[in-house]
């Protein structure tokens, strides 16, 4: 017999960054994961802005210090606050 779940039951659903926020990037996956562990690590704590979204949840992300775009999944940024040290 089926289970009819509750809205308690779902996962939350992260909430998608728009164009222009601030956003801060983490590492969010273990060292046996690489690739993507070390590609994080280069650019862990650094704040950039969204500015254009790309298809499963990524983002091409702008960071002010160097001029570069470089592309990220939804769980690898987290929202930041702008510093003006950031510019």
Known sequence: MAR????F????????????DTV??????EEKDVEDYY???LYEGSKG???KFLPLRQYEVLFAKSNQ???FRHGELRRSEWDERDE
């Not at 039951?9 to 222009?20: M, N, S």
């Not at 801060?24 to 996956?29: G, I, P, Q």
């Open 4 to 7: 009819q779940l509750t809205i």
């Open 9 to 20: 039951d779902a996962e939350p659903k992260k909430v998608a960054f728009t164009v222009g």
């Open 24 to 29: 801060e990037v983490v590492v969010n996956v």
């Open 39 to 41: 590609y994080l690590k």
């Open 49 to 51: 802005r969204i500015v």
């Open 69 to 71: 775009i470089r592309i």
